[in-house]
């Protein structure tokens, strides 16, 4: 497995947990290329990071991901890995009827459609790399729902079924396809979520990024980090339980 020397494009690398990637494939030797809606957020990343390469890209806008992929097939020759990484989560009470549905179809269009959307517009670019890789990040709440958030848990458990379902699918065209399935993180989705289970001690960025280098380089398929690997198993041998255990508190108390 040739790992140096690759084209990665990840999406929302200009902060959090793709930016923490994104420092794994740079020291690593390769050429990163990061996208994200805010600008100036990238500019900042690039005077501390001067080797990695930004374009200003929303995920859910069909011409910006369109022209991304001719920007970086005329500049790069195209790219070898692409991490679905942008995403966002809402605290949400499904009982309240003043509830902004546009929002949470947003939450649907950036989680779920674009890794889709991204997929479908880098293909042609990973078919004809030699070590393509799909990475796509979802959450250890693709195994056992989050009734705080309701939409994300949705979407991330949708990311979960869908990579499993498109693995045998790209295999016969050589694009591996991996799955980052993180606990909850110390980044600004997660602090912005204002969890209140103070019992969910966040995981630094600097860890999640070491456990999925080393799961990553090993030629690992699901990438389960921290509280993630007991999510899994307990949701095979204790459903209920680990439910009930997650959800002592249904409807948050931070909107
Ligand atoms: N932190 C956790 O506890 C945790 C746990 C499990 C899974 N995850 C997953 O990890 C991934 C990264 O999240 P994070 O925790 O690192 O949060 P983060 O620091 O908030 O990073 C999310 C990134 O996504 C970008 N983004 C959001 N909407 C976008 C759009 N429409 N187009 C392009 N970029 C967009 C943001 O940049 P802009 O705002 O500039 O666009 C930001 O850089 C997400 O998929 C999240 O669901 C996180």
């Not at 970086?72 to 692409?82: C, N, P």
């Not at 079924?161 to 050589?174: M, S, V, Y």
């Not at 209920?240 to 931070?254: D, R």
């Amino acid at each position: 497995m040739n790992q140096t020397k690759q084209t990665v494009l990840i999406t929302g690398g200009g902060s959090g947990i793709g930016l923490s990637i994104a420092r794994k494939f740079m020291d690593d030797g390769n050429t990163v290329i990061i996208t994200g809606r805010n600008l100036s957020k990238l500019e900042k990343v690039k005077v501390e990071f001067p080797l990695i390469n930004i374009f200003q890209s929303d995920v859910t806008n069909e011409e910006d991901v369109k022209k991304l992929a001719n920007q970086i097939q005329s500049a790069f020759g195209g790219i070898d890995i692409l991490v679905n990484n942008a995403g966002i989560m809402n605290l949400i009470d499904a009982g309240n009827e003043t509830n902004d549905l546009l929002k949470q179809f947003e939450e649907i269009e950036i989680n779920l459609h674009a890794p889709i959307r991204m997929l479908h517009y880098f293909l042609p670019q990973l078919k004809k790399s030699k070590n393509a890789v799909l990475i796509n990040v979802s959450s250890g709440l693709a195994y056992v729902t989050f009734s705080q958030a309701p939409v994300y848990s949705g979407t991330k458990a949708a990311v979960h079924f869908w990579t499993q379902a498109i693995r045998p699918q790209l295999k016969p065209h050589n694009i591996r396809v991996v799955e980052l399935l993180p606990p909850v993180v110390d980044t600004k989705l997660a602090h912005d979520a204002d969890l209140k289970d103070d019992n969910l001690k966040p995981m630094p960025t600097e860890k999640l990024a070491d456990i999925f280098w080393k799961d990553y380089t090993k030629g690992k398929e699901e990438i389960t980090p921290g509280l993630s690997k007991q999510l899994k198993l307990m949701s095979r041998l204790a459903p209920k339980f680990i439910f009930a255990q997650l959800n002592k508190q249904a409807i948050p108390t931070s909107i």
